[in-house]
């Protein structure tokens, strides 16, 4: 049949189906319906006591200062590394001795062993001298070839048990990792110690790979909540010194309103009963609701696509709260040694520019991944370093064993955003994000392009010459 008569057809099928005329009015009717219950629900949310009530909970619940979060630490991997290694140190200075240790190893034991994951032989808690136990902070280990740095191990050589944590913060697994951790530890500590190892991360997801799953027990950051809150409440632990308590009690309120964000009873109940009386209604606000990360990983997307400047990107992905978007330069495609890193997977670029766009805000950084060719990436460092901070604003730094940043800007638009979320459109926070977006095409993305490009230009040109070391990767045009 052709087209016109298909047409004709359906538009036949529409004017005579009584049916179908039904639907349409039952479908125009139901929008009509909805609507009215938004605009009456609208009314009540702006008079009713218990919407009143809430929102004075709720600004109660929030009115706790925040010390780590207006430091910018909250969500800092490092920061909460640090503080759960010298937290798990029974010899460290917090005075609670091996009491938050010991109920860490109980607790993630446990899991470990309701899950069937790692060795069955675990040790008594309660016979185990644990204040024996070191604790090491970004353990460096080499295996296979790569360097690399577990977060935190935990050795009690006494009882032939260690501990590995991996926390994830903001990121996720990369370059398999866990597995190199594992073999790692296996390579230099005897067969006879314990191992235990936990995979720490906001929600307590599991491993990527099915081999990592069967010896890394998934722990979430809630779990460590509820140790901190029995450490603050323990008649063990009342004798801390009242400095410690109080940045216990800081730390606390930062994993509640970042991190693991549960609200008190109050709030729940009382917006519990809120929800059973408007259900309906809430329920088409919630199917409504605005997806700030997304909506403004698009507000990018649409702008850079725009600009005059040749770029490549990965689909755009959503971890824990936040939405990564990845680009590079078309220019660096051209080089075969751009193609070595072990980052990005599958894309395994060596240079990657990373966008993570918060609620409030949005960060860019341009990495230099782990890779194979150690001469290409001193030699990108070198060339970093000789541009100058002006250029790049980490420049002046030596070449680490981990994935880098060459370039960091935080927070490029203005805080609040949430607030300034105004219409239906989120046109100022548009307007924002093209006009960084135009600066950065503009001003900043060329100079980087240039020393980038001339890097491997000279690269190459080093690699014709006989008497140039010879690289691990092969860069051509």
């Known amino acids: 049949m052709e087209t016109a008569e298909q047409i004709a057809a359906l538009e036949g ?90 109920n860490f190893l109980c607790k993630t034991l446990e899991q470990a062993k309701n899950l069937g994951i790692g060795q069955s032989a675990f040790p008594e808690i309660g016979e185990t001298v644990w204040t024996k136990t070191g604790v090491t902070q970004e353990w460096p280990h080499e295996v296979d070839g790569q360097r690399g740095r577990l977060d935190i191990l935990l050795v009690n050589c006494e009882e032939k048990f260690l501990c590995a944590i991996e926390n994830k913060v903001d990121t996720d697994e990369h370059s398999d990792q866990l597995g190199r951790y594992r073999k790692a530890l296996e390579k230099d500590y005897p067969k006879d110690f314990t191992r235990h190892c936990v995979f720490l991360s906001l929600e307590g997801i599991s491993p990527e790979r099915e081999e990592d799953q069967k010896h890394w027990v998934p722990v979430k950051y809630a779990t460590i909540l509820e140790l901190v809150k029995d450490t603050l409440e323990n008649e063990k632990t009342a004798g801390m010194h009242k400095d410690v308590r109080a940045f216990l009690e800081q730390y606390e309120t930062t994993l509640r309103r970042n991190i693991v964000q549960p609200y008190s ?111 290409v990436r001193q030699k990108i460092v070198d060339n970093v370093n000789n541009a100058g901070q002006t250029v790049f604003n980490q420049a002046g730094r030596a070449l680490e064993e981990k994935r880098m940043a060459l370039h960091v800007k935080k927070n490029i638009l203005d805080e609040n955003g949430l607030d300034r979320w105004d219409d239906y459109q989120g046109s100022s926070i548009r307007k924002e994000v093209e006009d960084w977006v135009a600066s950065f095409a503009q001003n900043d993305f060329p100079k980087m392009n240039e020393v980038i490009v001339n890097c491997f230009r000279e690269y190459e040109a080093r690699q014709a010459d006989s008497s140039f070391a010879p690289s691990h990767g092969d860069m051509s045009a």
């Not at 049916?19 to 349409?24: A, F, G, S, T, Y």
């Open 265 to 375: 009873d109050a709030v729940r109940q009382l917006a519990r009963k809120i929800y059973l009386e408007n259900r309906e209604v809430i329920e088409i606000i919630y199917e409504n609701k605005v997806d700030y990360q997304t909506e403004m990983g698009n507000f990018f997307e649409d702008a850079l696509s725009r600009h005059t400047i040749s770029i490549q990107k990965q689909k755009s992905f959503k971890y824990q709260y936040n939405l990564y978007f990845r680009f590079w330069s078309n220019d660096w495609d051209r080089y075969t040694d751009f193609k070595t890193g072990e980052d990005w997977f599958p894309s395994n670029r060596l240079l990657c520019f990373e966008l993570i766009c918060k609620e409030n805000s949005a960060d860019v950084y341009l990495w230099l991944a782990l890779g194979t060719d150690e001469f």
């Open 13 to 102: 099928f529409a004017t005579d189906n009584a049916d179908l005329e039904r639907l349409k009015e039952l479908l125009v009717e139901a929008d009509a319906a909805a609507l009215k219950d938004l605009q009456n629900f609208e009314s009540l949310a702006a008079n009713d006591s218990d919407f009143e009530k809430l929102k004075e909970l709720h600004q109660q619940w929030r009115a706790k200062f925040d010390a780590i979060a207006f430091l910018g630490l909250s969500r800092k991997e490092w920061f909460h590394s640090r503080f759960l290694a010298w937290l798990l140190d029974p010899k460290e200075n917090h005075g609670t001795k091996a009491h938050f240790l010991e």
